[in-house]
């Protein structure tokens, strides 16, 4: 199973999950809420210590293509994870200015709407990563929420996706057996779940990592 473990807030976390096992990581760029921003410079920083093979994601919540481009400029990962959806043409605009360059699109889990949304953009991007936000609150909530969605919504987008499919959202070493069985999903991405008072926990991390390679 292929983990992202997110909200990496220093290059010592990045190194603790490295070590423990993760696929990718995860940097939390600007956000209008959520507990795990960092700024620009420290995402590049952490993002040139991470070694190849893992993926070293940029969250941004930029709302143009020519915004995301400048973010990506600043901060200099190999995937980018856009976390609201963006105009018409922009995914076209970022693969011209970004070749090589990852695009996953997060799909915010609501109701049966979020299924058609999830399966247009597995048209156009390298990945999806379902999460449990609300983009259409006052002050939106684009992830990091430790909160769990409608799991059989998100079995139904794994099922039909022609692109793979990472799961977030409320996963906790506790849960996350239970996840993979009912939404079978490429990847799992964790926030909260991994964390004790904000700082990544060795323990919960190894729970976590451990319960996801169970057969
Ligand atoms: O953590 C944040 O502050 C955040 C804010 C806005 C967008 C994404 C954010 N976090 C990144 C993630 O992708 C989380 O891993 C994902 O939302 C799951 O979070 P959690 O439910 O806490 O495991």
Redesign the pocket.
Known sequence: MHV?I??ISSVEEARLAVEAGASAL?L?GK???????IGDELIRTIAQTVPPPVATFL?T?EPTAEAIIEHHRRAYTNTL?L?DALPEGSYRLLRTALPGIKLVQ?IHVLDELSIDEALASAEEVDAL?L???NPKLAVK???????RHDWALSRRIVEQSRVPVFL????KPENVREAIETVQPFGL?????VRTDGQLDPKKLEAFLSNTRET
């Open positions: 992202k997110c909200c995860g939390v956000m209008p809420s959520g507990p795990g921003v969250l919540s994870q976390v997060v990563l999460d449990s936000g909530e684009l992830g990091g929420t430790g909160r977030a959202g409320g996963l991405d964790v926030c909260s779940g």
